[in-house]
Structures are given as C-alpha cells and as structure tokens.
C-alpha cells in the first residue's frame, strides 16, 4: 500500500512559563489534513455554513452549519475536500486543557468526550462559540503574557461545558462527582496500555479492584466485558494500521504487542470474521 496514515504534533503557541506544556490554537476550518491523520491533540470542529462529510475511523459524520463536533486525539481522520463549507477550528492538547482537578474530570468523564460514543453532534445558539472564537483567535495573534493561556483555557473550558449542558440536560454531569467512575478510569487505562496489556487482570491489578466490581461498572458503561473492551480497542488500532499504513501484517502483531503474527491472525479473525489480509485487500477495493 502506498497511504500511510499522517501524524500530526502540536504546533505551540509559546505560552507563559509553566503552562509550556500545553498550547492551543483558532483558526478557519482548513482543508488541513486531507486523510488518512491522525493527531495527538483536539480538534473542535464548528460549522458556519453548508454540510460537510467527515470521515472519523471508519465512520462517515455528517455535519452541517450551526453544529460543533470533536475529533479526539489519536483518533484517525479525513477532511472532506470536495463539499464547500466554512467553519472555525479550535485545536487544543490535554496538557493544555487539564490544569485542575475540574478541567481533568470534565476531560476524562465528558459525555462529549465519552470513549464508548465519540464525535458526538451538538448544536448551540451560534453567538455562543462564534463569540469564543472571536476571542480566542484576537489572543492567539496577542504577544504572549501571564494571562494570556488563562483566559484561553477558560474560554475553552466554558465551550466545552456549554456543549456538555446540551448532551447531559437530562441526566447529571458525571464530572460533578467526587470519585472518577470506574468505568472511565478503565477506559483510561485501557488507552494507555492496549498496545502491550490485553489481560484484564493487569488492569484489575492496576487500578486494585475486583473482577466482579470491574465487570459490572465496565458493562454499565459501555454494554461489553472488560475483555471484550481491550479487544475491540485492539481490532479497532488494527483496522487503522492495515487500512492507512503500510506495515505489513507482522510488523502490525508486534506493535499490538503480540509474540506470533499466527496469534494475531487468530485473534483478529476471531473478531473481525476475516484474516488481516483479508480486510487490508478489502478495504484497498473500496
């Protein structure tokens, strides 16, 4: 194959020092990353006028002037080039984003944000976002002061709460409770180790809770076992790289942290009802 997904870094914005770590950026919906992409920071997507198709691992997302999505990081994308739309784009890293305890609950336990149901639609008055835009964009262009990735982040923040009202009017905020829910503190874990961690036990383990506690809070979240969630995440990450990379199907098993290809192949056909080769040649016919 000769597309290989591209990976995007953050371009920082300097900031004040101590905040260094983190950066964000506003701009116009460009026609930035064609696809396959993939970056490892959050991408606000806000429409202004006409429809626009994106293309967010594997799925085809609709969104028309007046709505806001987000694409997550490390999730793989493709800008659609063809539709004639307008729109602002507001960039930002976790490091950025999470300098309280708040901002740290409301990013990990988001219903915006929420692993099992990604790039969710919302619609908001548009004064509201067109307003933080605005503004956002006036400090980006700002020499920068101590004040400056304050003001920014809470703007940010008062987005993502606005857009967070709307998905949870009629249930509570899971970011108001005192304790992470378990079932998101797994999902964490689970994007930080799947690559080399596929037994539920080592997140058992590291998080020091029982099997039946972890199954329960796990399944009240996301309707699947705890095995079945590292699993699909596994597929999930395989999907990507046999679709958008050229790394060959071995080279693919090791970087999912598995000894033999063989028990890759077995395992991805298992889940998938196909060998990886299968899906790669599958997918190139598209």
């Known amino acids: 194959m000769d597309v290989n997904i591209k990976a995007y870094g953050f371009k920082k914005k300097s900031a004040h020092r101590g905040r260094s770590e983190g950066a964000y950026r506003c701009e116009k919906t460009p026609y930035l990353f064609r696809g396959p992409a993939r970056a490892d920071f959050y991408q606000i997507i806000w429409l202004t006028q006409g429809t626009a198709t994106f293309t967010v691992d594997f799925r085809e997302i ?24 307008e729109g602002k784009m507001i960039l930002f890293t976790s490091s950025f984003f999470t300098q309280t305890e708040l901002d740290a609950r409301i990013l990990h ?20 976002p067109e307003s933080i835009a605005r503004i956002l964009k006036s400090e980006v262009k700002q020499p920068t002061d101590f004040f400056q990735p304050y003001i920014a982040q809470n703007l940010l923040s008062a987005l993502l709460l606005m857009c967070e009202r709307v998905l949870t009017q009629d249930t509570s905020p899971l970011f108001h409770r005192k304790d992470l829910t378990i079932g998101r503190i ?7 180790y799947f690559k080399t961690e596929h037994l539920v036990l080592f997140y058992q383990d590291k998080m020091a809770i029982g099997e039946k506690l972890l199954s329960q809070e796990v399944k009240k979240m996301t309707g699947q076992t705890p095995k079945n969630y590292i699993d699909n995440r596994i597929i999930l990450e395989a999907k990507r790289l046999l679709t958008y990379s050229s790394m060959s199907v071995k080279e693919i098993s090791l970087e999912l942290g598995f000894d033999e290809p063989t028990n890759f192949n077995k395992f991805f056909r298992k889940n998938v009802g196909i060998t990886p080769v299968t899906f790669r040649r599958k997918e190139e016919e598209k």
Not at 186 to 192: A, I, L, R, Y
Request: aromatic letters at 12%; a negative charge; zero cysteines.
């Open 186 to 192: 797994f999902s964490d874990e689970v994007e930080k």
């Open 62 to 85: 609709e969104i028309k002037a007046g709505e806001i999505f987000i694409i997550s990081a490390n999730q793989v994308y493709g800008f659609n080039v063809i539709s004639s739309y």
């Open 109 to 128: 336990t988001s219903e915006l944000l929420n692993p099992v149901n990604l790039n969710r639609i919302v619609r908001l008055n548009e004064t509201f």
